[in-house]
């Protein structure tokens, strides 16, 4: 009988003999020490008047207000929950999320949906900026330096539905041919020159002709079509297929690639191969900034490489925080021209791993004669001495331009004469198989050198290799966090906007846990690790 009792949609009936018990406030029951308490006192510094502003004052209002769901959403990120409907769970059942309601309704996981949809980038990265500000104060956030990586994270969309740019170029140059073609067979046929006619203009041609000699086109088995209905639905696929082709080429932009199910999504190789084949997959290079251990800003990006991130993402960082980082620390991959001749203009001290700094350490390219740094300069006659004796002198100037814009000056220096030279193996290296017939040339670029130069001195101070530990323990660290506890390998959301948004609540949760794990820690304003801390 009992069995029977239970067997309903609403539980209310008690099956024992409990005292019945009226909790006056769900704070009482969280020990004091939980990060609840702390991402609501944090949060709590925080203006929100452009979050309440993204709600319109007129209608019904919101059941729970915004910078409460705010909150809360912040609370799933920091325990790394990032389903709708299991915030929702949470809310039921968790009392540090009820505490964080205030007393309101439980949201549906629709309310967090709408919440996130509504929220703004611009929004976003205002509360965000706040919110390091005031982290500023609770911690060490002097931005004496800045830690910059980035990974690639797959995206949320199908791996097979690739548009790929040459194949879509290609395609593109087929029109004409199709065109000329066509207007050639309907010359031919009726004597009539529309070979100098667009493909739209001749489908419109072709339709009023249809609608002159009333023409029914006619489809299915067992019908006839005629001549002109073949040319229009020739001419029609063509006019079709071009604008088809300009739309992909339009979405793709600079890219090679993208996804038809996230068209911000470009398809690059990952770390993570499953099938060992080597395979593309849809992704985005996420880049972060770290400092004291706290993240202070996210980028997204279409780029594979980092070596083109680095310059847009400080411009970002300029923009969300009004003050500027003194030091820029980031891997070899960021090692470029356009990046060093950057950061120095614009007043930056760069501490960036050179690309040839462990390849320097080798011995094979410690004794490759055909490096100019192997090779005798004398700074008096402007030459180059090579291992045989011979001197490198200077020919001319070569101006190249790269994609990003940036002009970038060479001196080439040449050898006299590299005939009879016992070492030109060794000197010069076969080019697929085959020895260089021309004379032995460099090509020196001097500012380079220098700003290199400059680098390197900062690189291998005592101060340098400080920051050069830190890095690969803070962004390294940050990464391993998200990637490992917070379980986030793949994108949840689609369109590079969403996966921003998606990024800075991650960056949120992650900040509160870390700020909460160096209070207990009692790490509060150590922003360095020491070296001997670390071995």
Not at 148 to 162: P, S
């Amino acid at each position: 009988m009992l069995l029977n009792k239970n067997i309903q949609e609403n539980y209310t009936k008690l099956q024992g003999s409990r005292q019945l018990v009226l909790p006056l406030d769900y704070g009482l029951m969280i020990a004091e020490n939980e990060p609840v308490r702390l991402l609501d006192a944090v949060l709590e510094e925080l203006n929100y008047t452009k979050l309440q502003r993204l709600y319109s004052s007129k209608g019904r209002k919101s059941a729970v207000p915004p910078d409460i769901l705010f909150k809360v959403y912040c609370f799933a990120m920091l325990e790394g929950i990032y389903s709708s409907r299991a915030i929702q769970r949470q809310c039921e059942v968790n009392l540090q999320y009820k505490w964080l309601l205030q007393g309101y309704p439980v949201p549906s996981h629709m309310a967090f949906q709408r919440f996130f949809s509504r929220m703004t980038l611009s929004v976003l990265k205002d509360l965000f900026s706040q919110f390091i500000t005031v982290l500023s104060r609770l911690d060490s956030i002097n931005f004496a330096e800045v830690f910059i990586d980035g990974t690639k994270l797959e995206a949320n969309a199908n791996r097979y539905t690739f548009v790929w740019k040459k194949k879509i170029q290609r395609e593109l140059n087929k029109i004409p041919g199709e065109l000329e073609s066509l207007t050639g067979e309907i010359f031919r046929a009726t004597g009539e020159d529309l070979r100098a006619c667009s493909d739209e203009l001749l489908l419109h041609l072709l339709q009023e002709q249809v609608q002159a000699l009333h023409i029914t086109f006619v489809y299915g088995k067992g019908s006839r079509k005629t001549q002109w209905q073949r040319w229009f639905e020739r001419c029609e696929e063509i006019v079709n297929k071009r604008h088809e082709y300009e739309r992909h080429l339009e979405i793709l932009g600079e890219r090679n690639s993208y996804s038809k199910t996230d068209p911000d999504a470009t398809f690059m190789r990952l770390k993570e191969d499953h099938m060992l084949n080597g395979q593309l997959k849809p992704a985005y290079n996420i880049q972060l900034a770290v400092h004291s251990e706290y993240i202070l800003g996210v980028g997204v990006y279409a780029n594979p490489t980092d070596v083109n991130t680095l310059i847009p993402f400080m411009k970002e960082l300029g923009e969300l925080h009004d003050k500027k980082f003194s030091y820029v620390v980031a891997d070899a991959g960021y090692d470029s021209y356009e990046n060093f001749d950057w950061l120095q203009k614009h007043n930056y001290a760069s501490c960036i791993k050179p690309q040839n700094h462990e390849r320097d350490k080798k011995k094979f390219y410690r004794e490759d004669i055909g490096r100019a740094e192997n090779m005798t300069y004398s700074k008096e006659t402007d030459t180059y001495t090579c291992a045989k004796g011979r001197k490198l002198t200077f020919k001319f100037s070569k101006k190249t331009k790269k994609k990003s814009g940036v002009v970038i000056y060479s001196r080439i220096y040449e050898c006299g004469s590299c005939n009879k030279c016992g070492l030109r193996s060794k000197c010069q290296k076969p080019y697929k198989g085959k020895q260089p017939k021309n004379n032995k040339r460099l090509y020196i670029s001097t500012y380079y050198n220098l700003l290199q130069k400059d680098n390197l001195s900062r690189f291998t101070t005592e101060y340098g290799t400080l920051l050069r530990v830190n890095r690969s323990i803070q962004i390294e660290g940050a990464f391993g966090v998200i990637k490992q506890d917070y379980r986030y390998k793949r994108m949840l959301r689609r369109g590079k906007e969403n996966v921003e948004k998606d990024l800075y609540f991650i960056a949120f949760g992650f900040n509160l846990r870390k700020l909460y794990n160096r209070i207990q820690a009692n790490r509060i304003g150590q922003s360095l690790f020491a070296i001997n801390e670390v071995a």
